[in-house]
């Protein structure tokens, strides 16, 4: 199980730290990811860091401006937001998997387990 945290309402520029905790034994052995959705749009990739924690992997729009982390004891994975841009105003879904080559980590589809989702809105 996957419930996501930390979403809310914030200025143009400014950040939010999204968490993702999880439960089950399997954490450890899962490549774990966030996806953002839009009304109307198809859920897209947002970040992915692998089982290890050792590779991650940004959505060109987000590198240099958002961070994903993991913390394997705490079974939690977070997404560091900064410089928030109004277009980033979505749901945002943690996801869990197995580690994959990264075009398929990279794709919703993908992923067997997903949290709930939590709002992000970004004022202009």
């Known amino acids: 199980q996957l419930v996501e945290s930390g979403g809310g309402l914030v200025q143009s520029g400014g950040s939010l730290r999204l968490s993702c905790a999880a439960s089950?034994?399997?954490?450890?052995?899962?490549?774990m990811a966030w996806f953002c959705q839009r009304p109307g749009k198809d859920r897209e990739f947002v970040a992915a860091?692998?089982?290890?924690?050792?590779?991650?992997y940004y959505r060109n729009s987000v590198k240099g401006r958002f961070t994903i982390s993991r913390d394997s004891a705490k079974k939690m994975v977070y997404l560091q937001m900064n410089s928030l841009r109004p277009e980033d105003t979505a749901v945002y879904y943690c996801?869990?998997?197995?580690?994959?080559?990264?075009?398929?980590?990279?794709?919703?589809?993908?992923?067997?387990?997903w949290g709930q989702g939590t709002q992000v809105t970004v004022s202009s």
């Open positions: 996801a869990a998997d197995g580690d994959a080559p990264l075009a398929t980590m990279t794709s919703a589809p993908y992923y067997e387990h």
């Open positions: 089950g034994d399997d954490f450890n052995k899962y490549a």
């Open positions: 860091i692998s089982w290890s924690g050792l590779n991650t």
